[in-house]
């Protein structure tokens, strides 16, 4: 990528330690472009004003902008307005499927499949879910290389199962899952699917009607837009079916002590004032996306990981955790015994910003009998050069802990 796209994301152009800022920290979370950082500039310069409530100026700008986003995502991910509902993030899509789909749905006896790859917040509201219920939660085993056991998922489905969740790409090791086949899968055993696509939207294109998914959740802040926004595709047939998950202002259309009528979709699961500005920004930043084009984007950063890791062999006692065949943007390491935290610190000094630990993801490293990996994660605003100061910097890090 060109000067230009890196010229978008002003944080990228700081020292630190007193050298250049070498980001690779994206699967946490991504930096901004100028559009979005205007975009939530001009709303509390120009528009601040609560949504849906006011007759005002200001209050019809905001709202109208916050619905514009609304039906950016929609049409970024090939859904209707009606079947986007803004959360905080991925976390927050899962428990309130869960809580406003799972606790009406599921039953004692059901089975819910998760896999052994997956973000604790794609596992935890599932097991709170099972506890509540007495369902049972299986678990998809996953090979050396970090791929999910195709077999084992297919022999786990049976008219028991009822609820499908698993990532599209997998944080901890950038792994791709084939979830078009899984979901058919599910679909043929009569099981609803929830995909977590927190690292899948970043790196490439969402089709839900394509992927046929029930449910898909991610987070803005990992897509380009600010932190406490993000998003619950559900079809619109199960939303319907489906118990709020808060309540509160809204999200209602009559309230009164004989009992209270629910709103429309989506406002039927947006209780209270929701992230105004985060709505907002989340819109710019798919804008900004589709401006560059995901193709264009996911070309560029295969290309880049195919770089890098090869690059990284380079360094004496690497060992790549999660060698899948279809990976986006993710590089987990150990080197030789050296402690992944001790890593990531000597990085740090030398302005490299990586993430150490098990990324939420303790089931996956406990069966690859680790505590924990470093993980150099890359968006479009990464480049060759970069990684060539990540792989000097390991070497340099090596000899002085080795
Ligand atoms: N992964 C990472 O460094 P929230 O926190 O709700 O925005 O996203 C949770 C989440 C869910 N699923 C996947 C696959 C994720 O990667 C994440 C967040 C970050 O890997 C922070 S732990």
Known sequence: MNDSIRAQFPILHQTVKGRPLIYLDNAATSQKPLAVIQAIDDYYRQYNSNIHRGAHHLAQMATEQYEAARQTVADHINASVREINFVRGTTEAVNLVANAYGRKFIQAGDEIIVSEMEHHSNIVPWQMLCEEKGATLRVIPITDSGELVQEAYLAMLSPKTKLVAVAHTSNALGTIHPVKEMIAAAHAVGAVVFIDGAQALPHT???????????????????????GIGV???????????????????????????????NDLPYKFEAGTPHIEGGISLGAALKYVQSIGLPVIAAYENELLQYATQAIQAVPGIQLVGTAAQKASVLSFLIGGIHPY?????????????????????????????????????????????????VQALQRAVKILS
């Not at 990992?222 to 932190?227: D, L, R």
């Not at 002590?257 to 629910?262: E, I, K, L, P």
């Open 205 to 227: 294109s969402i089709d839900v009607q394509d992927l046929d998914c029930d449910f898909l959740g991610f987070s803005g802040h990992k897509v380009f837009a600010g932190t």
């Open 232 to 262: 619950l595709y559900g079809k619109a047939a199960l939303l319907e079916q489906m118990n709020p998950y808060m309540g509160g202002g809204e999200m209602i259309k009559t309230v009164s002590f004989r009992g209270t009528t629910y």
């Open 342 to 390: 001790d890593v990531g610190v000597l990085l740090n000094e030398q302005g490299i910003a990586i993430r150490t630990g098990h990324h939420c993801c303790q089931p996956l490293m406990e069966r690859f009998g680790i505590e924990g990996t470093c993980r150099a994660s890359f968006a479009f605003y990464n480049t060759r050069a970069e990684v060539d100061v990540l």
